[in-house]
């Protein structure tokens, strides 16, 4: 856990930045008048006050005109200059400028008239200052203006100037240069710019700040004249630290030293580490080197970070850890220990005193070794009997084992073959069989012999004592088979549709009697034949029996024959 204590020096922070200084503005102004053309900056009263204007010197008739309005709409720097638009995080509102006369064109945002025509038409010639209301400048020092802007105009006839007030007199603060209107196509691009107020201005309750422009009648000059918003006056205030710091490891053995590192931010220039159970337990100095702990267990680390405005402490809880370390003793097991050819198996590390590397050595294996603490998926592909080695390191050495002969890898049974004779399958010897047809596991044909097959392919997977299996090539068995062939009778076909047919090779003295059972031994069809009259062959009908398995049971004289047969 992390808990963090910020002391402040100062109630004097309004605004916080992730730098060692923050802007702290106390005084604003964004001319928002909600007036769309024509609004006079003389008619403007804003948060602080009206704005007031000087003209010096002789104008002329129509004089260029400071507005207040959004037809020239403030925006953040970079942006090129617009009419009104909906206020957003770009576009500002309206904007202080100076347009035209209502003789000319009027407000049509920062575009005014050079003049040319005096007698004719109009006569521009323009000198006025418009002027912000008093600002109290008391309590802050080292004072910055910035704004955003827009100008062209025809400097040093047509221009415009930033001046300043101190209570006694006006002076000239700055001549802004034309902003870049590159790409703007006849539109100003807004430009910020920033410059530090007098001296004079620090603690003083009688500050004012005023844009003056000039033109005069020469028909010589280019739009935009001049247009300012987002007037802000700030000052810079040192911010307390925020204590932070990492060290060079946080879990190790006891009587292990480590150094720790200070990441502080805004400039600490004070710090106090503590250290619970560390020797030494405090430290005064920003990077604590060779800070020892000779007892196991988790202690808590706080750093105080102090500068001129205030201090920060940061307490890391159970950040250290300190371990009672010996040398690891080396043990480990395996999912399984013996299989058959071409097995995959896992391996888990079961060694004391904390390692904290592995090698592992799989002789006979893919792969054959490995770094990782529990390696899984290590294959065998060949039979025989193989060892293990694990070596396992923790920061006070190493300690190996190697399990002699701890895998024992089966050779798989040689592949079988199947035979077939008659309505009869048979496997080579094994110790278990399954029985596969058309590649789905026949259920309980698990014997050596599978008997009366349907038509189809077929294939055995054996299993030897070592539980090791193999599968044989797949047989494929065409048309219908003999559900019984021997030397008194054929029976046919498999599987059954209509009728299922005895055909009896020898004559019989008495009849036979043929029963038709499922395999739960439910009799569903039985009678008394005589081969003789029918000719030495019988037509069993079947037709309305279900589909499924069934047994045929065929009894006569001392002869008894049954087999299985399967109704379509």
């Known amino acids: 856990m992390i808990k963090k204590i910020l002391l402040f020096s100062s109630v004097l922070i309004l605004t916080l930045s992730f730098k060692s200084n923050a802007q702290v503005i106390f005084w604003t102004e ?5 007036c769309t053309s024509d609004c ?14 000087t003209i010096f010197s002789a104008e002329g008739s129509d004089p260029n005109i400071w ?10 720097a970079g942006l090129c200059g617009t009419g009104c638009q909906p206020l957003s995080a770009t576009a500002t509102g309206a904007s202080l400028h100076v347009g035209s006369n209502a003789t000319s064109l009027g407000d049509i945002g920062a575009a005014y ?3 040319g025509l005096c007698g004719l038409l109009t006569c521009p010639a323009t000198n006025r200052r418009i002027e912000s209301p008093t600002i109290n400048c008391s309590g802050f020092s080292s004072i910055s203006l910035d704004f955003v802007y827009i100008e062209r105009g025809d400097a040093p006839n047509d ?7 101190d209570g006694s007199i006006w002076s000239l603060l700055i001549n802004t240069p034309v902003s870049n209107n590159a790409g703007c196509f006849g539109q100003g691009r807004w430009t910020a710019y920033s410059i530090s107020l007098p001296a004079s201005a620090d603690n003083n309750p009688n500050v004012k700040i005023g844009f003056l422009w000039i033109n005069n009648d020469d028909g010589v000059g280019t739009d935009p004249s001049f247009a300012v918003d987002n007037i802000n006056l ?7 630290p925020a204590a932070e710091f990492t060290t060079s490891s946080t879990s190790f053995c006891d009587s292990v030293c480590i150094d720790f590192t200070d990441s502080s931010t805004n400039s600490p ?8 159970s560390g020797t030494p337990d405090t430290v005064y100095t920003q990077t604590p080197t060779n800070i020892c702990y000779n007892t196991p267990g988790t202690y808590d680390v706080t750093l105080i970070a102090t500068n001129a405005s205030g201090s920060d402490t940061i307490i890391k809880s159970n950040y250290i850890t300190v371990n009672a370390c010996h040398l690891p003793v080396v043990n480990f097991n395996a999912s399984d220990t013996n299989m058959c050819e071409k097995s995959c198996i896992d391996f888990f590390d079961l060694s004391t005193n904390s390692p904290t590397q592995w090698n592992w050595y799989f002789p006979g294996a893919l792969p054959d070794t490995s770094t990782t603490q529990n390696p899984i998926g290590i294959c065998y592909n060949n039979y025989g009997t193989f060892s293990v080695t694990l070596v396992a390191t923790n920061v006070q050495g190493s300690d190996s084992a190697t399990y002699s002969s701890y895998i024992t890898i089966n050779q798989n049974p040689p592949q079988p073959t199947i035979s077939i004779n008659g309505s009869v399958l048979t496997s080579t010897p094994a110790t278990a069989y399954q029985w596969y047809f058309n590649n789905t596991l026949l259920p309980g044909e698990t014997n050596q012999v599978l008997f009366n097959p349907q038509p189809g392919d077929y294939y055995v997977i054996i299993t030897d004592s070592n539980g090791c299996n193999s599968a044989s090539n797949q047989v494929t068995i065409s048309g219908f088979v003999e559900l019984m062939h021997n030397e008194w009778l054929s029976c046919y076909p498999n599987p059954v549709n209509d009728f299922l047919v005895v055909k009896f090779k020898k004559n019989i003295s008495h009849d036979a009697l043929i029963t038709v059972t499922d395999v739960t031994g439910k009799v569903f069809k039985q009678s008394k034949e005589s081969s003789a009259k029918n000719g030495n062959e019988i037509k069993f009908d079947l037709k309305k029996l279900v589909g499924g398995i069934y047994f045929i049971t065929i009894a006569f004289d001392k002869e008894k024959f049954i087999t299985k047969f399967v109704k379509q």
């Open 113 to 115: 008239d050079a003049g």
């Open 234 to 240: 700030s000052v810079n205030i040192a911010l307390p």
């Open 30 to 34: 964004d001319f928002n008048n909600g």
């Open 269 to 276: 220039t004070g710090w106090t580490w503590i250290f619970e």
């Open 67 to 76: 507005y207040i309005s959004c037809a020239e709409n403030g925006h953040t």
């Open 40 to 53: 006079e900056a003389i008619t403007y009263t804003g948060p602080h006050g009206a704005w007031t204007q």
């Open 159 to 165: 221009d415009a100037s930033i001046y300043y007030y």
